[in-house]
C-alpha cells in the first residue's frame, strides 16, 4: 500500500540542486528507504514538461533530463487514474472552490480517496489539503 500522494513539484525539485531544501531531501530519503508513493496520472506528464521546459530555458541538459527521468522509473511510484465523469464532477468541484487548477486538484482527489497524506510544495495545494483535513507529509 503506498504512504503518500506525491506530486510533481516536490519531484522535479529532486532534479536542480538549487530546489533542494531539508523538505525535499526528506522526501526523497523516504523514497529511496521503501516509502511508496501514489500520483495521479498526470503526474508523468507534468514531470516530463517541467523537464522538457527546463530544457528549452538551458537549465538541464538533454543527457542530464532523461538520466532524471530513467531514475524515477527505479522509484516505487503507483499511478492512480480518475475517470472522466469523477474528473469532470468532484475534481472540477474541488477545483474551483480551492482555486486551483485541474492538475493540482488530481492529487487531492487522490489522497482524499485513498486516505494518504499529501507530499507538495505547491503552497496552494497545501492549503487546500488543510482544508479538507488531508495531512501534509514532512520531511
Known amino acids: ?10 519531484t522535479v525539485a529532486w532534479c536542480f540542486e538549487d530546489e533542494a531544501t531539508p523538505f525535499t531531501e526528506g522526501v526523497y530519503d523516504q523514497i529511496r528507504a521503501g516509502a511508496e508513493s501514489l500520483v495521479p496520472a498526470i503526474w508523468p506528464s507534468e514531470v516530463a514538461n517541467a523537464l522538457r521546459t527546463a530544457e528549452r530555458r538551458g537549465r538541464i541538459t538533454t543527457t542530464d533530463a532523461d538520466a532524471f527521468l530513467a531514475m524515477l522509473l527505479t522509484l516505487p511510484v503507483t499511478v492512480a487514474v480518475s475517470s472522466p465523469e469523477r474528473t469532470f464532477a468532484a475534481i472540477m468541484a474541488v477545483a474551483r472552490a480551492y482555486q486551483l487548477t485541474v492538475y493540482d486538484a488530481l492529487y487531492l482527489d487522490v489522497a482524499r480517496q485513498e486516505g494518504l497524506p499529501l507530499a507538495t510544495l505547491d503552497q496552494a495545494l497545501r492549503d487546500a489539503a488543510t482544508s479538507l483535513g488531508i495531512p501534509l507529509v514532512s520531511g
Open 1 to 10: 500500500m503506498p504512504d503518500f500522494v506525491l506530486d510533481a513539484s516536490l
